[in-house]
């Protein structure tokens, strides 16, 4: 499992400097994870670009709750895609979703065209979808580069055969990223049983909401270890 791919979420810059140390590959980055994240500052972004070297994603949510735009929102999440850009992102994480709960196919595309070239991962927001597969299949014929998924499930423990369904059919047209409660306890058992290549985790310390590098260094110790 040496080839696991292990992406951390972070919201400070002390939390990015710590995992990218602990042998994090790539990081989100975020603001506001306790109401489960919106994009962060502009300023946040460029001061964790100084000082950590590895792929940096930047979560582009303009404001909590469901995943249905109108107009005026998508054109500020332009910008904020745009300024990402500017500031050294390596990639964007987005969703849109319709009413209906399916991908929405058309502010989707509007922020892929804003967002290439950098690479960009559909959130969890597709675990709302009514059909899983069929919003994985709209992503990968829109040109999405991978999908942040828990199998549809609330976790990825108990989504592993959503994971393993997706793996099946769409790998290696998208990447598929398990996240949810990916811990040190469950990562491998998550890996194997599904066949991501990708996860992704950010445990936090009770009360600060810093990121738990000590959990963080355990999760990345056993997946070397099963390799």
Known sequence: MSTILVEACVETVESAVLAATSGADRLELCAAL????????????????????????????PRTGDFQYDAGTLEAMRFEIAE????????????????????????????????????????????????????????????????????????????LAGLAGLVRRFSPTIGIVAGGGVRADNVCRIVRESGVREVHLGPRLPGNGELDVVELAATIGNLSRES
């Open 34 to 61: 306790e109401v489960g994240g919106v994009t962060p500052g502009s300023g946040l972004l460029r001061a964790v670009r100084t000082r950590v070297d590895i792929p940096l994603e930047v979560l582009i949510r």
């Open 84 to 159: 990402a850009r500017r500031a050294g992102a390596d990639g964007v994480v987005l969703g849109a979703l319709n009413p209906d709960g399916n991908v929405d196919r058309e502010a989707l595309a509007t922020l892929l065209e804003a967002a290439r070239p950098l690479s960009v991962t559909f959130h969890r927001a597709i675990d709302r979808t009514p059909d899983l597969g069929a919003g994985v299949a709209t992503l990968v014929e829109l040109g999405v580069d991978r999908v942040l998924t828990a199998g549809g499930a609330e976790t990825a423990a108990s989504g």
